[in-house]
């Protein structure tokens, strides 16, 4: 496979005709390079720069990616992997002045591009220090390094002087001989004249033509050489116009935009020899030298270990012991311990032996240190009261883990296993995932921050890349078709598979209609064939979700470093370079800390129920409460972890789990895998007993028996190899990996071995290779069972804290979605279909943010913090001063006794208009009615707040007034008594202050009949495909009225529905067509597509019209009831449920079942029925059936 370099360098008596490359911007320059590094899986076949430069038969490389270094390791391993010698460089920004200067004069460049390569090791290292450094220290504009950093770290680089835009060209360009040489000669002083080089390029740019005699000149003048390089930015002459498309992306312009940045030339890609050659056919040398330079740069050690040899060699922290025991005994020590406390004393002998092994292996491969470090990340968080989630991943089979508290379920209890966790066939890096409670993570990496060094920790980059439906719509607007063309390709093309787009080849054979509009409309093609050479390609980099890095020494011996601005605390962030795979492959030490929004809810439900005294353990309630499993097989599972989506709620109701196993099989079931086989459906009907349970093999009842004999678990592949061909659990482990990766030639030699390892233990040969032949394909949708059983229980303690204790739960599950403009309609309409009221806030009786209400009421009170204007510093001044004082006696009291600095006029009203002050006995209509010149409650309000203040500044009354503003005699609040407003001006004021309609709704009561003429409610739009048809009903919210460059004047509004809202657009045509209907607080109907390209979900309007409410309006049990009953769907459980359903909702609509199929559509005859779908009936069918299945047909 590999290919060794003298089979690519030119014969040494060969001074002619080769050329390297060493100024490349391949795709991790993002936006602006376009040389792929690797060919995507959509397109294995797609050049690559390493591809095209043997292809022409270069010896080597370089990577020169804009002021990073994010591809090094990756272009590294690619290079050597094509037999390419790789040299690793970067083209760096050079700050004109120093580094930390951040305001230049506005004639002075902000920085110059250079271009740095690495000769050897020393040179890598330096330039991992500088590249990290540039981003650390002198980031402005641009991550930029200066001529001190560069002279402190000039060992083993090669420096060549850069582009137009290298402080060179600048100064070229402007005319400015005498500078460019004096600012060359620094820099060849800084490098030293052996390793100081002058750049030449010709793009057929006239600047560049214009200054290569003066290049020479000063190079001459410097006594340096001259190298020709090519700015190379994309793969091929053709990808000139896909990169351009590219530039475009990144600017957000049209390409015919004059004013955009734009490559004067195609002149950019990788030329080979001999065109590099014939442009500078004059200058020989300049290309003679690209193949001294490359001759000159050493292999990197460490990289050649690490992705030629494929040797990790693994660099933990050092962890200190309490009393400098060894690693080994102390984490001995802190397991029998942990043993002993989780399974008493003495242990059963199962346990210790169970440890005993464990510990070996963990001792064997050197791994005694990465526990500790997990234990006491674990241990931080736990005593600085952070919720840490049960475990997640295949950690959960080790019972060490389980004694340290590092995970919480006991893996013997589940039959976990500790192999699949840790293989001892085969040494790597364990893998424990931790999950905080998700407000409190920062303080976690922070410990890990402060114990092992700032220099140390730091999170980990990912990198989007640009999928195929995105590239067709990204093309298309670059290319400047109007976006209905983009629209109307993305609609043909299939739909997402596990959340990923089909790779454009692959929808190209899926959709007939995509691939008809390829081949028959020229435009059609322009765009896809332009997506298509886009398509892979990185588009932006991010903070990994949960990766963070925790180094033996200072990350930057390792790997290069830049900082990112965290959005929620302004603060910066340090981040590797590398992703994930690259941390690992470089031995250090990566791990998950991922914050999870449930523990934060869970720990706040907590938190509510200790204020009404109520204590609960929940990580160790019953795990066969009789009621949680009853709402969970009703389908109730709002709030439930992993369990709230339409088709989770149908396969519970299928399932209808009675036990903590049938949760762990939901969290492994529902899955693209399981689903599309039946297996979630087979199961069903055997754990039911409507199909015989049925074993491989008698011998595989022990392993299959929870699962009524179908395979569920990945573990259970090992334990039937284990059992079936004697295989050691490491053996087992290795086997479920070779599988799970599909190679052939593997998969083939693991057959073998199984057969005959079956056949050793006196089964019949026939029957090894069935059962081999159950697993191989198994192994694509096999799930972990210590992950299901990790977040299965999670799902348990949510469900049972929303049958036990809906009040407290909801309240903190509201909060945890406050700012979240879908999910808390959601989660207030939740309430009240759970009966569960929610009260605005009270001065008297809200907490900060959403808390159940004083007293036994079913009912949860607003948080103050979620009134506009309202901050939590003026909270907190409103609940010390009812803490100290008691509950305020009414609005003068308030006046009082809040910090009078809090209560501004704006902070009053809008806690006015919120509610806050109802139990007062006050109107809302009555505080703000004009009085003379003032509002009533500013006639209360000013002279109390006026004379508080004047205290504060020492202007004590004649009066002898105290420091509460009592001397200021009685004060008449019945003028806050006045009539109320208007309900639909209260309500407007209401939403405006809360963004949600609270005491009362203007859809409640015109529901059902806003229902009947739509086609889904607006909660559902989630659950729908791109360009899918709708017809929603709801309430216009926010509106803004907007022109087209034309001056044609078009709509954007959010409509609201009871349980949600959704963007909608509405274009010119549709939008002047009923001007008076688009308007606030209007309640509309809205048809349109539903349009995903953006990165919020909207629809764009056909057409916005009046609903038809009241005597005359439609009802929903006056059409039939259509049913559609998918393949998978169709099983005898689901028909039954069905019956029960339309007996349990009798009305007049005739029900019309119908069986989906390839085959096409069929009807199905399960009874006559009538039924009213006014009630639950619909929402019933959609959690049994999932989004779209049942809908009321007009047609008769």
Not at 115 to 140: D, I, K, P, Q, W
Not at 228 to 252: F, G, S
Not at 413 to 420: A, I, K, M, Q, S
Request: aromatic share 8%; glycine share 8%.
């Amino acid at each position: 496979m590999w290919k060794t370099l003298q089979e690519r360098r030119p014969p040494a008596q060969m001074p002619g005709p080769g050329f390297v490359h060493l100024h490349t911007h391949s795709e991790y320059s993002l936006l602006d390079g376009a040389a792929r590094v690797e060919a995507p899986r959509s397109n294995p076949s797609a050049p690559t720069i390493f591809s095209e430069a043997a292809r022409d038969g270069m010896s080597a490389i370089a990577v020169t990616d804009h002021g990073a270094m994010f591809g090094a390791l990756r272009f590294y391993e690619a290079a050597r992997k094509t037999g390419l010698k790789p040299i690793m460089g970067v083209e760096a920004y050079v700050a004109p002045g120093s580094r930390f200067d951040r305001t230049p004069g506005e004639s002075e460049e902000k920085y110059y591009h250079l271009t740095l390569l690495a000769e050897n090791e020393t040179g890598y290292r330096n330039l991992l220090r500088l590249v990290s450094l540039a981003h650390l220290e002198g980031f402005y504009h641009r991550p930029r390094m200066d001529k001190q950093l560069l002279a402190e770290h000039a060992d083993g680089l090669i420096c060549l002087s850069g582009c137009l835009s290298s402080e060179l060209g600048v100064l070229l360009v402007n005319g400015q001989h005498d500078r460019a040489l004096a600012a060359s000669g620094d820099t060849r002083d800084i490098f030293g004249a052996g390793n100081y080089f002058v750049e030449i390029q010709d793009h057929g740019l006239a600047d560049q033509r214009r200054i290569i005699g003066e290049q020479i000149r000063i190079a001459g003048e410097l006594g340096v050489p001259v190298v020709a390089t090519n700015d190379l930015h994309y793969t091929r002459r053709e990808d000139a116009k896909p990169h351009d498309v590219l530039l475009c992306i990144q600017q957000q312009k049209l390409q015919s935009d004059p004013k955009r940045l734009r490559f004067d030339s195609e002149e950019f890609y990788l030329k080979t020899s001999e065109e590099m050659r014939r442009v500078f056919n004059e200058l020989p040398g300049a290309c003679d030298q690209t193949l001294a330079i490359a001759d000159r740069v050493q292999l990197l050690p460490e990289l050649e270990r690490i992705v030629v040899e494929h040797r990790t060699e693994y660099r933990l922290p050092r962890f200190e012991t309490p009393h400098g025991e060894a690693l080994e005994a102390y984490l001995r020590e802190l397991v029998e311990r942990g043993v002993e406390q989780r399974y008493g004393t003495p242990p059963p002998v199962e346990v210790l032996e169970r440890i005993d092994t464990e510990l070996a292996v963990i001792t064997k491969m050197g791994f005694a240190g990465y526990f500790l470090i997990v234990w006491d990340l674990i241990r931080f968080a736990r005593e600085q009261g952070i919720r840490v989630g049960p475990g997640r991943g295949s950690a959960a089979g080790s019972v060490a883990s389980y004694a340290l508290r590092i995970t919480d379920l006991d893996p013997l209890r589940y039959g976990l296993l500790f192999e699949r966790f840790l293989n001892p066939d085969r040494v790597e890096m364990p893998d424990i995932d931790m999950d905080f409670d998700e407000r409190r993570r920062d303080e976690v990496i922070r410990y890990a921050t402060e114990t092992y060094g700032s220099d140390r920790v730091a999170q980990i980059v990912t990198f989007q890349t640009i999928k195929g439906k995105q590239g067709i719509r990204d093309a298309a607007r670059v290319l400047g078709f109007p976006p209905i063309v983009g629209d109307r390709l993305c609609k043909m093309y299939p739909p997402a598979m596990m959340g990923r787009d089909e790779p454009i080849d692959r929808a190209l054979e899926i959709s007939p209609d995509l691939r008809e509009a390829y081949e028959r409309e020229p435009e059609a093609k322009e765009i896809i064939e332009t997506a298509r050479a886009l398509e892979g390609l990185r588009r932006e980099d991010s903070v990994h979700a949960a990766g963070v890095v925790i180094g033996d020494a200072p990350l930057v011996e390792y790997l290069p470093l830049k900082l990112t601005k965290d959005s929620r605390e302004g603060s910066k962030k340090m981040v590797t370079q590398f992703d994930m795979n690259g941390v690992a492959q470089l031995g250090l030490l990566k791990m998950d800390f991922l914050g999870l929004r449930t523990l934060s809810v869970i720990e706040e439900t907590l938190r509510h129920l200790h204020t009404r005294d109520i204590e609960l353990d929940i990580d160790h309630i019953p795990l066969d409460d009789a009621e949680t499993y009853a709402m969970l097989r009703r389908g109730e599972t709002t709030g439930v972890f992993q369990m709230e989506s339409p088709g989770m709620r149908t396969l519970i109701k299928l399932l209808e789990p009675d036990r903590f196993e049938d949760l762990m099989a939901l969290v492994a079931l529902y899955r693209p895998g399981p689903l599309n086989t039946g297996m979630h459906t087979e199961f069903a009907e055997r754990k039911h007993g409507r199909r015989k349970v049925v074993y491989p093999h008698p011998a595989l009842e022990p392993v299959l028996k929870d699962t009524y004999g179908v395979m569920v678990y990945q573990e259970q592949i090992m334990q039937i190899a284990v059992r079936m061909a004697g295989y050691s659990m490491g053996q087992a482990d290795t086997l479920r990996k070779v599988m799970a990766k599909k190679k052939r030639e593997l998969v083939g030699q693991e057959r073998e071995r199984f057969v005959a390892g079956c056949v050793e233990q006196g089964i019949s040969e026939r029957l090894a290779a069935d059962l081999f032949d159950l697993i191989e394909p198994f192994a694509d949708y096999g799930f972990p069972a210590a992950h299901a059983c990790a977040y299965g229980f999670i799902a348990y303690q949510t469900a049972y804290l929303v049958a036990q204790h809906p009040v407290e739960y909801m309240a903190a599950i509201l909060t945890s979605v406050k700012d979240d403009k879908d999910r808390k309609p959601y989660y207030l309409y939740a309430c009240r279909s759970m009966k569960i009221e929610v009260l605005p806030p009270d001065v008297n009786e809200s907490d900060m943010d959403f808390a159940p209400a004083p007293g036994d009421r079913r009912a949860i009170r607003y948080g103050l913090s979620a009134v506009r204007n309202v901050g939590e510093g003026v909270v907190q001044a409103i609940l010390d001063a009812r803490r100290s004082g008691g509950a305020f006696e009414s609005f003068a009291d308030l006046c009082r006794r809040v910090d009078p600095g809090a209560l501004t006029k704006r902070v009053l009203e809008s806690l006015i208009f919120a509610g806050a002050f109802d139990s007062f006995g006050y109107t809302r209509g009555g505080m703000v009615q004009q009085i003379g010149e003032q509002a009533a409650w500013e006639k209360v309000a000013a002279p109390i707040l006026a004379e508080r203040k004047a205290q504060a500044a020492g202007q004590f009354s004649l009066f002898g007034a105290g420091t509460d503003g009592a001397g200021l005699g009685e004060i008449d609040e019945g003028i806050l008594a006045g009539d109320e407003l208007d309900k639909r001006l209260l309500l407007s004021k209401e939403k405006e202050m809360l963004g949600q309609f609270v005491t009362d709704h203007p859809l409640l009561g015109v529901e059902d009949e806003l229902r009947a003429q739509t086609s889904h409610p607006i909660d559902e739009m989630p659950d729908l495909g791109d360009g899918d048809l709708v017809t929603v009903g709801g309430i216009i919210g926010s509106l803004a009225r907007k022109y087209t460059k034309r001056g044609e004047p078009y709509a954007q509004f959010r409509l609201e529905g009871l349980a949600g809202g959704v963007e909608v657009i509405a274009f010119p045509g549709v939008y002047e067509a009923v001007p008076h209907l688009i308007q606030p607080d209007t309640i509309v109907l809205v048809t349109g597509r539903i349009d995903l390209r953006g990165r919020e979900l909207q629809i764009r309007a056909t057409e916005v019209r009046e609903p038809t409410l009241g005597p005359d309006a439609p009802r929903l049990h006056a059409e039939s009831l259509v049913v559609d009953l998918a393949a998978t769907a169709c099983t005898p459980a689901v028909l039954e449920k069905l019956k029960q359903l339309f007996e349990a909702h009798p009305g007049a609509a005739p029900v019309r079942l119908r069986f989906l199929s390839s085959a096409g559509v069929t009807p199905l005859s399960v009874g006559s029925y009538n039924v009213n779908a006014a009630g639950s009936l619909m929402g019933e069918l959609h959690d049994l059936l999932g989004a779209g299945s049942s809908r009321l047909d007009r047609s008769g």
